[in-house]
């Protein structure tokens, strides 16, 4: 049985495709729509750069700048961004399906659809939250679909907020979409699937509150 890829499907039939998927001996489009998905997000965080998204501390120097060394930090600065969009984008598509191969013997294949839809999902989230930064001037750790905006009257911890602004209803969904497909097609005890994708999980949000905290610091050092 030969198994199309087609994301979008995918959030209309779940169970029926996840079914699909595990009695499928070949998959079709799945390299091209990983190229894909990885292409729109180097759009993504490049257009971000271009229209001045995290470029503060590149902006609060810029009186002691001239134009050619303001627009100089700034071209660096976006093809940050764009490793940072390929790091991010093969990042999550490759190594959650490695970790979950090791651990449920999902072929590697099927587990790198998964990854797809979670990465086409975090890319939504991006995209949605853009408008909210522009316009509203809304961080992402307080995006109304996260809960660092509640974090943030509760606690003045920096981390904490990151932390808390790091879970959103977006990454609530990722998570039980993952428990959902790993559950179907995995033969191990389903405490195991939880235990995983939640430490996976946990672990990406600390790190990301890490990374945040450091931010200002990192960038600060980067453009001295």
Do not use: C
């Not at 001996?25 to 271009?50: D, H, P, Q, R, T």
């Not at 976006?78 to 940072?84: D, H, S």
């Not at 099927?110 to 086409?120: E, G, T």
Request: avoid cysteine; proline fraction near 2%.
């Amino acid at each position: 049985m030969t198994y199309s890829v087609h994301l979008i499907k995918l959030f209309f039939d779940i169970d029926d495709h996840v079914f699909r998927i595990g009695k499928a001996e070949k998959i079709k489009n799945l390299w091209k729509l990983a190229f894909l998905l990885s292409s729109f997000s180097i759009f993504i965080y490049a257009g971000m750069g271009l229209v001045g998204i995290g470029t503060d501390m590149i902006s609060n120097g810029a009186v002691w700048l001239t134009p050619a060394e303001y627009e100089l930090r700034k071209f660096w600065f976006i093809i940050g961004r764009i490793a940072f969009a390929i790091t991010l984008a093969l990042g999550i598509i490759f190594i959650p399906s490695f970790l979950f191969y090791l651990i449920t013997a999902i072929p590697y294949q099927k587990l790198i659809i998964m990854q797809l839809v979670v990465l086409f999902v975090m890319l939504l989230e991006r995209i949605i939250w853009v408008p909210l930064v522009v316009y509203a001037g809304l961080d992402w750790y307080v995006s109304p679909f996260s809960f660092g905006i509640i974090a943030s009257y509760l606690t003045d911890m920096s981390f904490l907020i990151y932390l808390f602004g790091s879970v959103s209803l977006f990454q609530l969904w990722i998570i039980w979409f993952q428990i959902k497909f790993l559950g179907k097609l995995a033969t191990i005890h389903k405490g195991w699937i939880w235990l995983t994708v939640l430490v996976l999980h946990i672990s990406l949000w600390l790190v990301t509150a890490l990374l945040a905290d450091a931010d200002v610091h990192l960038i600060g050092g980067w453009f001295e």
